[in-house]
C-alpha cells in the first residue's frame, strides 16, 4: 500500500537492532500509525545476520518488506547494509554505521569479507551515507550509546519528526536518571549531525 | 504485542489457572510472558509430553488450562494427545503450537495442522497478533462448548511480528471439581470404544460450525479474475497483493467449511489455496470435487513471502513471467555460532583436536559444534536422541568402526526433557560411549530459562536443584566413571575425554560452567594479543571465539619445504570475557591479560562454580 511507509533495519545479533526498530515503532505508534514490526530471531543472537522489519501507515496488512520496496535502510554494519540493499527502491536512501564485523568462518579463511562494502553499494547505485557510530559513541565516552547515534541518524528521514523519536528515546532512558538521558540526547544529536553531513544531493 | 505476548494475555484474560510449557523457538516467550501475570500457576515442564499432561489434569478439575511448545515439541506430546481426543477437555483446554516455517532454529519444517487430522481436534490459526489474542480467547469457549482440546496453530511469522492491540481483564473461571467418573477418564480399551464414536460425532458439528461462524470469513471482493483460499499469515500477504480479490480467510481451518469453500469457488474462474508448507487444505478440496491450484506452483518448502506468493500469482494468471525481482549481492555467510567465552567451545576444540571418534550430538546451542571451526557432531536428530543413536552406533558398529570411540554430546536441560531414558538405556544394555553432558545450567538456545539443573523455577524464585552426580549414577553409571570437570581448562577436559574413551565402559563427563548469557555467568579479565610475539600459527583461530580477528595473513616455507599459512590476530577487548581459552594452545605466550601494566592476575582465573 502506497501509504505506508516501510523502514528495514540490520545488522548481527546483539547489536541492538531489535531493540532500535522497537524504539522507531513507538515512535510511529505515538504519531497515531497502525504499526508491524517482525524479524528472524531464535539463533540470530548467536551473532547471526538479523533484520527488523518496520512498516507503519494507516492500516498495515503484511509485516513482511518485499525486495525493492523500502524506503530507508538503517545498517548496523556495513557488509549486513550490502546484503540487504536490494530491499531499498531505487533512490532511496541507506543509512549505514561503516564498521565491520567479520565473523569466525572468514576468520578462519573459508569466506571472503568484502574489501569496500559501502563502496559497493554506492557502485550498485545505492544512495548510500556512512558514518563511524562506535567512535561518535566513544567520543561521547560510552560505547553504547551507538544505538541511539544510529536512531539519530534515520532520525531526518521519517515521515514524522525527529522530535517524535527523541521523546521515545528519551523515555526509555528516564529511569536510568537524568545524566544517561543527556548523554542519549547527545548520542541522537551527534547521530543527527553525522547523518546529515553525509547526506548525497 | 507480539503474537506470542498477545497469546499470553488472552489466556490471563480467559481466566486460566494453570499454564506449562517447554523453550522452544518460536513459542517460548507465551509461558515467559504468561509467568509474569497474577493469579494463576505457569511452570516450565521438562518437557512437553509433561506439559501437557499437566494441564490436562487441570482441565479434569474444571479449571481453564494452556500449554505451549514448538512443532517438534506436539510430536513429543502426541502420545498424550491421541488420547486426550478421546476423553475431551472439561476445564477449556487450549493447546498452542508454533510451526518454525522457514527453519530460522529448528532440525525439520513441519505442519501441524497435520494434528488436527489425526487427533480430530478443531484448529485455530490467527493472521496477526489481534487475532492472536481474540482467537485464543475464543478458543476457550469453543473448548468447554464443545467439550475439546483446542489446537492455536501459529507460525514464527505470528509468533514474532508485533502489531497493535486491544486488550480486555480477566475474568475468573472457577472450576467446578472434579467429578469422578471413570467411563470417561480412565482410559481402558471397553471405555475407549465408547469414547471414540463421540469424538466423531463432536467432529461433524465443529464440520457445521466450521461453515457458521464468523471465524471462517467470506471476503467477496471484485476482482474476479482469482479467488483464494488461506490462512495464518498468508492472508495478509494476499489481501496486500490482491486487495479486490475474493477470500475465504480460515480462522477455523480444521475442519474445513466446505459449503463456503464452494461458494468461493463459483465466486471466480481460478481457485487458489494459498497455504504454507503442506498442501492440507487442498488436497481436501480436491477431494470435495473442487479444481484448486496450490502446491502446482507454490513453494512447498519455507514461508510464503510476499515476494513469493504474487509473481507467482501473476505468472498464473498471465502464464508469463514477471519482471525480476532485485537481486541480492552474493556474500559470506554469517552462521550462528558460539558466544565469547561460552562453556562448550572448548569441548568442541578439545572434540576437534582428537582423532578416531564418532561423536552424536543432541539439540541445543551445543549443536554449533557441527559448524566451523570444530566439525564435532557426526549426528543430530531430536531432543535426547544423542543417547540412543550413540548406543546404536555402538552395538550397529561392522568392522570398518571397530577401533571408534562413541561420544554423546548433550545440554543439561536436553538430558532432563528426554535424554535420562536414554542413559538409562545405554547403562542397563552395556554400551560403551562416553558421554559429555553439557551442564551450562539453563536451556542456553531460547534465551536462558531456567530448569531444574539451576535450581529455580520459572519466576526465578528457589526451586530443588538436580546433583547430576547422583542422577547418572542412580541411573547406572559406575561412580568411578563419573567425572565433573571445569570446561575452560583444557589439559583437564583433554585427559578425561581421552581416558574415558579407551575404558570399555558408560562414562559420563559433566562440564561445570554456566551459560554467558545467564546471571551465574561472571566475566573474567579480557586479553590481548601482544603483536611482537604473535608467530602468526593460527592455533587460537582455531579455538572458534567470535572475539578472535585475524589482523594479517602471510605464508613461510619452512625447512622441510613445506607452504604453512600464517594468520596473525588481535583480540577484540571489548567482546573478550576472558575464559582463557585461547591462551593455552598459544606457543610463543602471546595472549595476555589486557590490563594496565604491573597487574598481576592468573593466566586462566579459576573460581568456585
Known amino acids: 500500500m502506497s ?15 531489535m531493540t532500535a526498530t522497537e524504539i522507531l515503532s513507538e515512535a510511529a505508534i505515538a504519531e497515531g500509525h497502525d504499526v508491524k514490526k517482525t524479524e528472524v530471531a531464535g539463533m540470530s543472537q548467536r551473532g547471526g545476520v538479523v533484520t527488523s ?45 561503516d564498521a565491520r564485523m567479520v565473523p569466525p568462518v572468514v576468520e578462519l579463511g573459508l569466506f571472503t569479507y568484502p574489501d569496500d562494502p559501502i563502496g559497493d553499494m554506492k557502485a550498485r ?55 544517561a538521558v543527556e548523554m542519549n540526547r547527545k548520542a541522537f544529536a551527534a547521530g543527527r549531525a553525522a547523518a546529515l553531513q553525509a547526506v548525497p544531493a | 504485542m507480539s503474537g506470542n505476548e498477545a497469546v499470553a494475555r488472552a489466556v490471563w484474560e480467559a481466566g486460566v489457572r494453570v499454564a506449562a510449557g517447554y523453550p ?3 513459542a517460548t516467550e507465551m509461558l515467559e510472558q504468561l509467568s509474569t501475570y497474577p493469579d494463576l500457576y505457569t511452570e516450565w515442564s521438562v518437557n512437553e509430553k509433561v506439559s501437557l499432561e499437566v494441564s490436562i489434569g487441570a482441565s479434569m478439575m474444571g479449571s481453564r488450562a494452556f500449554c505451549a511448545m514448538k512443532h517438534v515439541g506436539l510430536n513429543v506430546a502426541s502420545d498424550a494427545l491421541m488420547t486426550l481426543t478421546l476423553v475431551g477437555a472439561e476445564g477449556g483446554l487450549v493447546i498452542a503450537v508454533a510451526d518454525d516455517v522457514g527453519m530460522s532454529s529448528s532440525q525439520n519444517e513441519q505442519d501441524s495442522r497435520f494434528w488436527g487430522r489425526f487427533a480430530h481436534l478443531p484448529v485455530l490459526e490467527p493472521s496477526d497478533s489481534q487475532e492472536a489474542y481474540d482467537m485464543t480467547r475464543q478458543a476457550f469457549d469453543l473448548s468447554e462448548e464443545y467439550r475439546t482440546p483446542v489446537l492455536l496453530r501459529l507460525t514464527a511469522r505470528i509468533c514474532h511480528v508485533k502489531g497493535l492491540i486491544e486488550v480486555g481483564e480477566r475474568v475468573e473461571h472457577q472450576p467446578k471439581g472434579f467429578a469422578r467418573n471413570p467411563e470417561r477418564w480412565v482410559m481402558v480399551p471397553g471405555h475407549a470404544k465408547r469414547r471414540i464414536p463421540l469424538m466423531l460425532q463432536r467432529e461433524e458439528e465443529l464440520k457445521r460450525l466450521s461453515d457458521q461462524t464468523p471465524l471462517n470469513v467470506l471476503e467477496p471482493g471484485s476482482d474476479r479474475r482469482v479467488a483464494f483460499i488461506t490462512s495464518g499469515p498468508t492472508y495478509m500477504h494476499v489481501r496486500e497483493a490482491f486487495p479486490d480479490a475474493p477470500i475465504l480467510k480460515l ?98 576444540y578439545t572434540l576437534s583436536q582428537l582423532k578416531n571418534l564418532t561423536i552424536s550430538g543432541d539439540i541445543g546451542c551445543y549443536t554449533l559444534g557441527a559448524g566451523h571451526p570444530w566439525n564435532s557432531l557426526d549426528a543430530t536428530i531430536c531432543m535426547g536422541a544423542s543417547m540412543g543413536i550413540a548406543l546404536g552406533m555402538d552395538k550397529g558398529r561392522g568392522e570398518a568402526d571397530k577401533n571408534k570411540k562413541v ?114 555467568f561472571k566475566p573474567f579479565k579480557p586479553y590481548a594479543v ?47 570475557t576472558g575464559c582463557g581459552l585461547c591462551v593455552q594452545p598459544c606457543a610463543p605466550e602471546a595472549i595476555v591479560h589486557f590490563a594496565p601494566a604491573g597487574t598481576v592476575v592468573p593466566i586462566v582465573p579459576v573460581q568456585p562454580v
Open chain 1, 53 to 97: 522489519h518496520l512498516r507503519f501507515g494507516a492500516k498495515v496488512l503484511s509485516p513482511q518488506i518485499t525486495p525493492g520496496t523500502a524506503d530507508v535502510l538503517l545498517g548496523f554494519e556495513a557488509a549486513e547494509a550490502l546484503r540487504w540493499a536490494h530491499y531499498l527502491k531505487p533512490g532511496a536512501l541507506a543509512l549505514v554505521n
Open chain 1, 3 to 17: 501509504d505506508t511507509t516501510n523502514i528495514l533495519v540490520c545488522g548481527i545479533g546483539g547489536q541492538g537492532v
Open chain 2, 24 to 26: 522452544g523457538t518460536p
Open chain 2, 251 to 348: 480462522g477455523l481451518s480444521h475442519p474445513l467449511p466446505l459449503e463456503k469453500a464452494k461458494a468461493l469457488a463459483a465466486m471466480a474462474d481460478t481457485l487458489v489455496v494459498v497455504e504454507e508448507v503442506e498442501p492440507l487444505l487442498e488436497n481436501e478440496l480436491k477431494a470435495a470435487g473442487l479444481a484448486a491450484h496450490g502446491k502446482d506452483f507454490l513453494p512447498r518448502i519455507g514461508e510464503l513471502a510476499p515476494e513469493i506468493i504474487k509473481p507467482a500469482i501473476e505468472r498464473l494468471l498471465r502464464k508469463e513471467a514477471a519482471p525480476p525481482e532485485p537481486q541480492a549481492v552474493p556474500l559470506f555467510p554469517r552462521p550462528p555460532t558460539l558466544c565469547a567465552s561460552c562453556p562448550h567451545m572448548g569441548v568442541y
Open chain 2, 407 to 520: 561420544l554423546a554430546v548433550i545440554g543439561d536441560s536436553t538430558f532432563m526433557h528426554m535424554g535420562m531414558q536414554g542413559l538409562l538405556d545405554i547403562t542397563w544394555n552395556r554400551g560403551n560411549i562416553t558421554v559429555l553432558l553439557l551442564d551450562n545450567g539453563t536451556v542456553g538456545m531460547t534465551g536462558g530459562q531456567n530448569t531444574p539443573a539451576n535450581g529455580r523455577d520459572i519466576h526465578g524464585q528457589g526451586a530443588p536443584r538436580i546433583d547430576f552426580r547422583r542422577l547418572v549414577e542412580a541411573l547406572g553409571v559406575k561412580p568411578e566413571r563419573i567425572h565433573e570437570v571445569d570446561p575452560y581448562q583444557l589439559p583437564v577436559l583433554f585427559k578425561a575425554v581421552r581416558e574415558e574413551t579407551k575404558i570399555d565402559d558408560v562414562s559420563v563427563i559433566i562440564t561445570n560452567r554456566p551459560c554467558v548469557l545467564i546471571d551465574e
Open chain 1, 125 to 179: 547505485g545505492v544512495r548510500t551515507v556512512s558514518f563511524d557510530a562506535a567512535s561518535i559513541a566513544r567520543e561521547l565516552g560510552e560505547l553504547r550509546l551507538g544505538n541511539t547515534v544510529m536512531l539519530g541518524a534515520i532520525a531526518d528521514q521519517l515521515p514524522f519528526s525527529a522530535g517524535v523519536l527523541l521523546d521515545c528515546i528519551v523515555k526509555r532512558f528516564a529511569r536510568k536518571g537524568e545524566q
Open chain 2, 530 to 576: 601482544l603483536e611482537d610475539k604473535c608467530t602468526g600459527c593460527g592455533n587460537c583461530v582455531e579455538v572458534g571465539c567470535p572475539a578472535i580477528h585475524v589482523t594479517r595473513r602471510d605464508k613461510v616455507v619452512k625447512p622441510s619445504g613445506k607452504e604453512v599459512d600464517l594468520a596473525f590476530t588481535r583480540i577484540d577487548t571489548v567482546a573478550c
